[in-house]
């Protein structure tokens, strides 16, 4: 409590004893906030990411996801546009081609045992990001993207290994680490490739005349972000070439893994009631009939109790648990008043288990997202995909994506789950530690 500035600040651990609930002081100056009014204030208050974000660094660079709050609120602005929904509905016939490959994949499962489909998701929302980010078609290329994926997977695993070994938080100590050195190998792999592609886009780039596409009224045709990223650079002048690498490899970072694990879990979950289940494959033959055709933008519309089950699944078991924010001023809050220079983690877990949800906060039900009467009072309640002006970039991909996915594989398959057998950590992401053990059946059409 020594270092306690402000005389409104919030109880350390309130309850606890003294000293032993300020211990966490002496790791680092931080405050938890898992209020949903808290969350956003801060949310909208201060933009400046904590420096565990840091360790990220060396891979996306100042990218959107780990930038400083000046250079954030420039480079957020110009991308903003390659993820407006024109652009997204170019994205609609690779998200479809992708779900079915994936549906495809899981063939060699269906009617056998318990097996663990995380292999499968992840491998096919890499392939789908890299398609969507990079433009690059790893489809024939297995060994390609054998390589580049077992190295973002490490990738990731260093980052969270780092983060556990407290000795190794400062770099004097990280740099002359085993960790480290794999790292950088890891990162000679992961950087080839994008600059490798950019090298080889930006030539393309030089011999096309864009703006006759778009006279032609060509927005709407698939674009990968590294293409638009490009264009608005040689129309405005924005990035330089180490920028645009950043931020592609950050939309890969942020974007494959995050929507992965979401599907992952909407199968244990919904492979855990199998009343949700019927539901599920009710409303599918309701819009699809006995066909199995592609996904289109209005069938999205109609698909609200799968909209409902993505949502709640995201409430349920928030893959992105906490975010993190270096306080760069004092944010006085409803009841006290944090002190600029703290680490801030903001609760996504905590928010979406607060009591506004109600009594029921604690049970997984898609039925609450249909009617607003049984949704929370307050309107940031529901924090997926963070909240305020630095939330996630990719949401409506996202949303778009994994819903897509869901619709082809139920209608494909029956799954069965048992979520309750699941055991999760922050590995970075919420992620099972037990695996995503889920078995299925091939539906008759
Ligand atoms: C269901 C999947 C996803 C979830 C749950 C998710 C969640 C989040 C969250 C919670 C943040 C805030 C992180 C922080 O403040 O530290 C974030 C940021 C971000 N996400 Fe996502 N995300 C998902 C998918 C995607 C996809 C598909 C993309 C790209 C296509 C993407 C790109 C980004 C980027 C670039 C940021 C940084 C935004 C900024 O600081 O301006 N995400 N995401």
């Not at 808290?38 to 996801?65: H, S």
């Not at 499968?120 to 993207?145: Q, V």
């Not at 494909?412 to 099972?432: E, Q, R, S, W």
């Amino acid at each position: 409590w020594w270092v306690i500035t402000n005389k409104d600040e919030p109880p350390a651990y309130p309850g606890y004893l003294p000293l032993i609930g300020h211990a966490h002081l002496l790791i680092g100056d931080t405050i938890i906030v898992a209020d949903p009014n808290d969350f956003l204030k801060v949310a909208n208050t201060c933009f400046q990411k904590d420096e565990i974000y840091e360790y990220a660094k060396p891979w996306v660079g100042n990218g959107l996801a780990t930038s400083d709050a000046l250079l954030w609120k420039a480079h957020r602005k110009m991308l903003n546009p390659a993820f407006n929904p024109a652009v997204l509905d170019g994205f609609m016939e690779m998200f479809n081609s992708q779900a079915r490959r994936l549906v495809k994949s899981l063939e060699v499962e269906a009617g056998r045992g318990p097996f663990d489909h995380w292999a499968y998701s992840r491998s096919n929302a890499l392939e789908t990001i890299c398609f969507g980010a990079l433009g690059m078609d790893f489809r024939d290329k297995k060994e390609l993207f054998d390589e580049y994926a077992n190295a973002t997977e490490e990738l990731f695993s260093i980052f969270s290994k780092r983060f556990l070994m407290i000795w190794l938080h400062s770099d004097f100590m990280y740099n002359r680490s085993e960790l480290k050195k794999r790292q950088d190998k890891l990162l000679t792999i992961v950087h080839n490739m994008s600059n490798d592609i950019l090298k080889k886009k930006k030539a393309d780039l030089l011999n096309c005349d864009n703006v006759e596409d778009k006279k032609k009224g060509k927005e709407t045709i698939f674009k990968p972000f590294l293409d638009l990223i490009l264009e608005l650079s040689k129309e405005r002048g924005t990035f330089n070439d180490e920028e645009i690498r950043e931020h592609v490899d950050t939309i890969i970072m942020a974007g494959y893994d995050a929507s992965a694990i979401v599907v992952t879990y909407v199968l244990v979950l919904v492979g855990s009631y199998p009343h949700i289940q019927e539901k599920v494959c009710e409303e599918l033959h309701e819009v699809f009939g006995d066909e199995d055709r592609d996904v289109t933008k209005q069938d999205l519309s109609k698909l609200v109790y799968i909209d409902a089950v993505f949502k709640e699944t995201m409430r349920f078991y928030p893959v992105a648990p906490v975010v993190a924010r270096h306080l760069d001023k004092d944010i006085k809050l409803r009841n006290c008043t944090l002190s600029k220079g703290r680490t801030c983690f903001m609760s996504i877990y905590g928010v979406h288990r607060h009591p506004v949800w109600g009594l029921d906060a604690e049970e997984f039900k898609p039925e609450r997202w249909l009617d607003p009467a049984t949704l929370p009072d307050v309107p940031n309640a529901f924090a997926g995909f963070s909240m305020g002006r630095r939330n996630c970039i990719g949401q409506a991909y996202a949303g778009m994506s994994i819903r897509i996915i869901l619709s082809h594989i139920f209608r494909n398959y029956k799954v069965y789950g048992d979520h309750t057998k699941m055991v999760a950590k922050i590995d970075v992401l919420l992620k099972p530690v037990s695996g995503y053990h889920v078995q299925i059946k091939k539906r008759n059409k």
